[in-house]
């Protein structure tokens, strides 16, 4: 087993579904590693309730029993499923720069904001209907920006900064093991990232940009729900070391490509920074999250750099 295992898959091992998962075994991993937080980051078709309402509902499940087991736990959203549909019902085109950013004109900055903010308070009153404390949080109250290209992209932001908010509130840092669990659980926070800069302006920001960065600020975990998981020849790959020679072979067979490489190339630079290894898992499948967490085979893919693993 890897030294600093927090879920993950491990080669060799079976994937294990939550009717076979002992009660021990996730304590195990509660109680080992349940005092560092984690940054779950969700979008695509996890929140996409029109054509299935499962994967949500799979998400807000998990994020219950967390919460349940005092799990230090943030979440940041996308939503890119629904502002493509409004955009479609009111006749406007769907643009993205060569980078994946979201072209974001005058016009169309109304309804990324509204979408937002709609999947934002379905996230927040499917959890507080589970009895989690879950409260929306503004990406203005956590994050700095300023315009990413204005010229080219319109109102698309990227982050410059981080503030306390998470900390103080929300009790989200890691703590020493022997001090980590409190008497009741700390509010989950759910983290809108669109945001305004100094000016006031209302700026678009990648979902996947905001979660890393919160990520590298606390020293979390971050896991991030993809509708395509990490696979080769239709098998999920248990783990990446990024500068390992196996994700060189992996790109130049173009197993990896386009936004899964540019996010795990991303996370190469956030481990730099701080980090901890990051998990790509399939937010569309029952207990993914969970068992990502909680047992010896997990669900996704481990993301880590270099040889010298160490302990969580």
Request: charged share 25%; net charge neutral; with cysteine.
């Amino acid at each position: 087993m890897r030294a600093f295992k927090f879920g993950g898959n491990l080669k060799g091992e079976n994937k294990m579904g939550t009717n076979n998962i002992s009660e021990e075994e996730a304590k195990k991993y509660i109680l080992r590693y349940g005092w560092q937080p984690v940054v779950v980051k969700g979008s695509g078709k996890i929140f996409d309730t029109k054509k299935d309402d499962r994967p949500l509902n799979y998400f807000l499940d998990d994020i219950a029993k967390c919460h349940q087991e005092k799990l230090r736990v943030a979440i940041v959203h996308g939503g890119g499923t629904e502002i493509n549909d409004v955009l479609k019902a009111n006749g406007l085109p769907i643009q993205f720069a060569e980078d994946g950013s979201r072209i974001t004109d005058m016009k169309t900055l109304p309804y990324v904001i509204e979408s937002m903010a709609e999947v934002n308070q379905s996230i927040v009153e499917g959890l507080q209907s589970r009895g989690v404390n879950a409260e929306p949080v503004r990406g203005t109250d956590v994050f700095s920006v300023e315009a990413k290209d204005f010229d080219n992209l319109g109102y698309v932001g990227k982050l410059t900064g981080f503030n306390s908010t998470l900390s103080s509130k929300f009790r989200f840092n890691a703590l020493k093991p022997e001090v980590a669990f409190f008497d009741k659980a700390s509010i989950v926070p759910v983290v809108n990232p669109v945001s305004s800069d100094k000016y006031g302006r209302v700026f678009n920001i990648n979902a996947d940009d905001a979660a890393t960065e919160l990520a590298v600020a606390r020293a979390a975990r971050l896991i991030m729900l993809s509708d395509t998981p990490v696979r080769n020849n239709g098998v999920v790959i248990p783990e990446i070391d990024v500068v390992g020679m196996e994700l060189q072979k992996l790109i130049e067979t173009g197993v990896i490509k386009d936004g899964m490489l540019k996010k795990i190339m991303a996370c190469a630079d956030a481990i730099e920074r701080g980090m901890k290894p990051m998990s790509v898992i399939d937010g569309t499948k029952k207990d993914s999250l969970w068992n990502e967490l909680t047992t010896d085979s997990g669900s996704g893919t481990l993301i880590y750099k270099g040889p010298e693993k160490g302990e969580y």
